[in-house]
């Protein structure tokens, strides 16, 4: 196999090598064009002062795109793309990688440029060295995409004058620590989405002064050491702030204004402690707010929160991973469809938790210490999944706050919750669209297959879909069969998921049919093992009657029930669509909504390019 590998390997390099033909020669520079695809490799063969590359003396099919790397190139002057644009008049899209070396870049690299219909122009540069930047360097044209990625100097000055009147649609600088700005008073960026990731910035104030309002669209922060939450204030075209992975630990009232159209705002894995309950005030479009894993242990009180504002906005809010335990300030987010409470300190549920949260849907709760959780907290709700793993929660009564979702509850997850030591099956009965249960890891006793109606009805699944029960995690022995035997003649319509090396008994022999393909127990898969079962299982009936069985368990046999289930699909789709597909509808409509916006005033198709980050999905 290695050697098969070897000789692929030396197979593809004598191709490489086969099909690359010089397609230009010069003093300067040298390049290599292959057969098959755009790119083009060209290497400094020798830095001259002006750098000039002749195009026209480029021998090779012209095409309507190609890629560029420039390898080892030391500077960049206006001759370096003498004859560019002569040569490849017919370029849509022209992609300019340089690797390494990067030390200088004079004024107007691309006057030179004509181009009458304007091509969408990639430049990237990765790992420059000292790249000292000449004022208009890349002025005044547009671009696709500009990344700068791991400038060697450190600390590196950032001389924003380089890109004076030109127009971005994403400008990145990546994985470049120590970041200083440069910039002069009338500078003007055209930039609609700039990132800087995995570095720190210095002066970010500037930064932001230089930007201009009328493009910025979103802004993206992250891993960047930033302790300040900049100001906002003048950016009125801003939809999208993500500051996740910074220092900040306080938000202040002021830094933004009524100009401000933000929809989405990512904070998290920040240090933030306190946030003014005036600080989000102005936001009118807030919808997704994102605070997991920081260090807030309050929302505020009766009287002031910096969620009260937020009322009748926000959509989606993470608050997962805080110090926190009371959480009535959210009760009157009245549209929010998506919240995420998982690993705070929460130890009850109020009756008033969730007063008015009519569009919760999706509500995460896992990783808190909840014990009790008033009946009717769910009220006025329509979740469809509830995430209550990992919780201190004891028993599911007959009186319990399932039932108020019986008309929406499709999903609910009850994983690893220790303290759950009585399960009364009666009260799925009561959830009409229920299609999932995870029981896995719970702590298993013998009331975990209890059915105490509190009527004489019967139960049937009659479901046209079956139930996923997830019991992974717990080992299942022949007396689990017997106390279950009834539950499973209820529900008998089931997909059970249990750990592949599941140990072999009468519950796995006899519930195989039902057991998940995926996974399936490994000693199902061998025959003797079945033949074996089958025979030692074929008197478990009177295993199970010489049991004394401590339960009592109501099972009623009237007749079945039927019930019509036309708008299945439906149900479906709520099902398909997981909480980061909905997230990422969110930012695509918050997109589509600003670029027809801007679309409309300037009469200019601005391609904004991979520009959807959903971010709520990190954890
Ligand atoms: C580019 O420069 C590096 C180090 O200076 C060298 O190792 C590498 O071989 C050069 N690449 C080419 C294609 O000449
Ligand atoms: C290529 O550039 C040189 C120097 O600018 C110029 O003299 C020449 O006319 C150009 N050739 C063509 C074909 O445009
Ligand atoms: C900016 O560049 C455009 C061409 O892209 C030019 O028409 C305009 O005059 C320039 N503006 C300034 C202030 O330099
Ligand atoms: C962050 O940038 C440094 C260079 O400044 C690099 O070594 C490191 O791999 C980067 N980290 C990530 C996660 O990209
Ligand atoms: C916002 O713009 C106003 C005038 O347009 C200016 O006075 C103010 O300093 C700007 N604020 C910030 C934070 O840039
Ligand atoms: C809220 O306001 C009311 C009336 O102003 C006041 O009586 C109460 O003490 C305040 N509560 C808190 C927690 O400050
Ligand atoms: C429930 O109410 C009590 C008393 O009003 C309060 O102390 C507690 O923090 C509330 N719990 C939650 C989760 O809001
Ligand atoms: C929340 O709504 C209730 C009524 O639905 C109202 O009494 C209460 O004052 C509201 N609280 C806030 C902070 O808006
Ligand atoms: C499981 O429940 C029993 C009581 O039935 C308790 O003694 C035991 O500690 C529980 N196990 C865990 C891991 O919590
Ligand atoms: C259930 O049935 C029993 C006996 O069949 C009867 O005594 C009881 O009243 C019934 N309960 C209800 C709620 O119908
Ligand atoms: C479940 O049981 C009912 C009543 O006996 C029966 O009508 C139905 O077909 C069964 N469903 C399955 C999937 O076995
Ligand atoms: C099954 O595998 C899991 C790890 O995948 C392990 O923790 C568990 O102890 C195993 N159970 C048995 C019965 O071997």
């Known amino acids: 196999m290695k050697f098969f590998w070897i000789f692929i390997q030396i197979i593809s390099i004598l191709n490489l090598i086969h099909c690359q033909t010089k397609c230009l020669d010069t003093f300067t520079v040298t390049c ?25 003396r480029f021998t090779f099919e012209l095409r309507d795109h190609y890629s560029f790397n420039f390898i080892n190139f030391t ?57 000292q930047l000449a004022d208009n360097a890349f002025t005044p044209m547009k671009y696709s995409e500009i990344i700068i990625d791991d400038i060697q100097s450190s600390p590196y000055e950032f001389n924003l004058n380089a890109f004076h009147n030109t127009t971005v649609n994403q400008f990145s600088i990546l994985n470049t620590k120590q970041l200083q700005f440069l ?6 960026l055209n ?51 993500d500051l996740h992975d910074n220092l900040i630990h306080e938000i202040h009232s002021s830094l933004f204004s009524n100009k401000n159209l933000v929809s989405a705002i990512d904070l998290s894995s920040n240090a933030i402690k306190r946030i003014d309950p005036n600080a989000f005030v102005q936001l009118d479009f807030l919808t997704v707010l994102n605070l997991n894993n920081n260090q807030l242990r309050t929302l505020g009180d009766e009287n002031q929160s910096f969620l009260f504002p937020l009322k009748g906005k926000l959509r989606a809010l993470d608050l997962a991973n805080n110090f926190l335990h009371d959480i009535n300030q959210i009760g009157n987010l009245s549209h929010l469809e998506v919240l995420q409470l998982s690993g705070n300190e929460i130890k009850e549920l109020n009756e008033s938790s969730f007063r008015n949260l009519r569009h919760l849907q999706y509500l995460d709760l896992s990783f808190n210490q909840i014990q009790s959780i008033h009946s009717s907290v769910f ?36 994983k690893n919750s220790r303290n759950l030591l009585e399960i009364n099956w009666f009260v799925f009965t009561k959830l009409d669209q229920l299609r ?9 006793t013998d009331k975990m297959w209890l059915y105490n109606s509190n009527d004489n009805s019967s139960f049937y699944w009659n479901r046209e879909y079956s139930l996923e029960i997830l019991l992974n995690n717990i080992q299942f022995t022949n007396e689990d069969y017997c106390l279950s035997k009834l539950i499973f003649q209820m529900f008998n319509n089931t997909i059970l998921f249990l750990d592949p090396n599941h140990s072999c008994n009468c519950f796995l022999f006899l519930l195989r049919n039902r057991i998940s393909a995926q996974n399936y127990p490994i000693c199902l898969s061998n025959q003797s093992i079945i033949d074996d079962l089958a025979k030692e299982c074929a008197n478990i009936d009177s295993y199970c009657s010489s049991l004394s069985t401590t ?10 029930k039927r019930k019509d289930d036309n708008e ?23 997109f589509f909504l600003v670029k027809r916006r801007r679309n409309n005033e300037t009469k200019e198709n601005v391609e904004i390019k991979g520009g959807i980050v959903n971010i709520l999905s990190k954890k």
Request: charge should be negative; proline fraction near 3%; glycine fraction near 2%.
């Open 32 to 56: 290599y064009c292959p057969n098959e695809n755009h790119l083009i490799n060209c290497i400094e063969n020798q830095p001259t002062d002006d750098m000039f590359i002749d195009w026209s």
């Open 75 to 131: 500077h960049l002057t206006s001759s370096t793309f003498t004859n560019f644009s002569w040569k490849f008049p017919q370029l849509n899209i022209i992609e300019l990688n340089f690797l390494n070396g990067i030390d200088e870049i004079r004024e107007h690299i691309f006057r030179l440029f004509d181009y009458t219909v304007n091509p969408q122009i990639y430049v990237r540069f990765t790992s420059p060295r000292n790249f």
């Open 183 to 188: 910039s002069s008073e009338s500078l003007i």
């Open 191 to 241: 930039w609609e989405e700039i990132s800087i990731n995995n570095g720190s910035i210095i002066n970010l104030n500037l930064l932001m002064e230089s930007l201009s309002s009328d493009y910025l669209v979103k802004l993206d922060f992250s891993s960047s050491s930033i302790v300040h939450f900049p100001s906002f204030v003048n950016l009125s075209q801003l939809m999208i702030i």
């Open 379 to 414: 009220d006025h709700t329509n979740i469809k999944q509830l995430d209550l793993s990992s919780n201190l929660i004891s028993s599911l009564q007959t009186n319990s706050f399932l039932f108020s979702l019986s008309s929406t509850l499709d999903t609910l997850l009850l």
């Open 436 to 444: 999932k249960i995870d029981l896995s890891g719970v702590n298993k």
């Open 551 to 560: 339960t009592t368990t109501n099972i009623m046999t009237t007749t079945v």
């Open 568 to 590: 299945n699909w439906k149900i479906i789709l709520a099902i398909a669509i997981p909480l980061s597909i909905i997230l990422i509808l969110l930012f695509l409509i918050a």
